[in-house]
């Protein structure tokens, strides 16, 4: 089946940056955005960031201006790199693409088993 699996986690000091990678074990041909969520201790998983096939990106407010998704279709991969990182901003990230199997049938969802993200001093 569809596997995701992403890398690019680790502890960084507030203020630093770190570019996860997710890659895709097929080729990434859907019409709704792919993207990037995290999930921290204690709360509920949010996007972060998507984009279209088109590159047309969208974040959540606390991110914009430090956050840029991007995707490399020939590569199958999607990319996040997120600067200036805070430590509110330490969770797991995961990997997301919605792909469409049958007419009038809701995407599936695909994750990846995530990586980890401290943004710790």
């Known amino acids: 089946q569809v596997r995701l699996v992403e890398s690019g986690g680790g502890l960084v000091q507030p203020g630093g940056s770190l570019r996860l990678s997710c890659a895709v074990s097929?080729?990434?041909?859907?019409?709704?955005?792919v993207g990037w969520y995290r999930q921290a201790p204690g709360k509920q998983r949010e996007m972060v960031a998507t984009?279209?096939?088109?590159?047309?990106?969208n974040y959540v407010d606390p991110v914009k201006g430090r956050f840029t998704i991007s995707r490399d279709n020939a590569k199958n991969t999607i990319d996040l790199q997120m600067n200036s990182l805070k430590p509110e901003e330490t969770a797991i990230y995961y990997c997301?693409?919605?792909?469409?199997?049958?007419?009038?049938?809701?995407?599936?969802?695909?994750w990846g088993q995530g990586t980890q993200v401290t943004v710790s001093s």
């Open positions: 997301n693409v919605k792909l469409v199997h049958a007419i009038n049938a809701p995407p599936t969802d695909y």
């Open positions: 097929r080729r990434i041909f859907t019409v709704y955005p």
């Open positions: 984009i279209t096939d088109n590159g047309i990106t």
